[in-house]
């Protein structure tokens, strides 16, 4: 038995200068650093969008709700982003009001946009301006003893606001933005030889959006 342990001390005594060795030997290395992503906003994207307008005037005024589409495109260079966005929805904004048996009720059916963009990019957040085209479909209807006559036209005007747009996946994005559209004045009922002016009609818009970013957006940044 003491021969065993005599024997295996000596292994032991053998062995552990080498293994000391060994470890001396093997440079150091560190744990390689995970990639941090780095969104790029250049490129083309779909989505949707909804929310709530209401008539910049006082009661009775419209109001109501919209729900649709949007399409666009981004250019990014540095931290800048330019784009443009058109956007269609079909919308329920509606106001009545009736006086001496007669009611006049005012309804925009549908609203959209074509808009450039240009803001200021922090990674996966946009911060930005935007302004251009805005148009409405809307039909004025007067009623009066059971009997109602419509008449609807296609009103152009110009749109200002701004937003912030956030990745919240490698390919997906929500938005938040505030949109003042002012459309020009229409004559309603001309064929009726009694023609009704509208006059400008303006618009508070809040509208939020999901949009999904072809192309591939995030890099890998070492």
């Known amino acids: 038995m003491k021969k065993v342990l005599l024997a295996s001390a000596c292994l032991f005594a053998l062995a552990a200068p080498a293994s000391a060795a060994d470890l001396a030997a093997r440079p150091y290395t560190k744990a390689p650093i995970a990639p941090a992503a780095v969104y790029n906003w250049t490129g083309f994207y779909l989505g949707v969008v909804g929310g709530g307008a209401w008539e910049n005037a006082s009661d009775p005024r419209m109001q109501g709700g919209f729900v649709g589409g949007t399409a666009g495109y981004n250019w990014q260079t540095g931290n800048v982003v330019f784009g443009i966005e058109a956007d269609g929805a079909w919308a329920d ?23 450039g963009r240009i803001g200021w990019a922090v990674n ?11 148009w ?3 039909k004025i209807t007067v009623s009066a003893l059971g009997v109602s006559v419509s008449d609807s036209k296609w009103h152009s005007g110009w749109t200002v606001g701004a937003g912030v747009e956030a990745f919240f996946a490698p390919q997906w994005s929500v938005k938040g933005e505030y949109l003042y559209r002012s459309l020009g004045s229409e004559n309603y ?7 009704l002016a509208s006059g400008t009609i303006n618009f508070h818009t809040v509208q939020v959006g999901v949009n999904y970013h072809f192309g591939g957006p995030v890099v890998a940044k070492y």
């Open 93 to 115: 904004v509606s106001a009545s009001a009736t006086a001496l048996g007669i009611t006049v009720a005012s309804k925009t059916d549908a609203l959209g946009t074509v808009r």
């Open 124 to 134: 996966n957040v946009l911060f930005y301006g935007t302004g251009g085209y805005a």
């Open 136 to 138: 409405i479909d809307n």
């Open 189 to 195: 009922f001309s064929n009726l030889g009694a023609p």
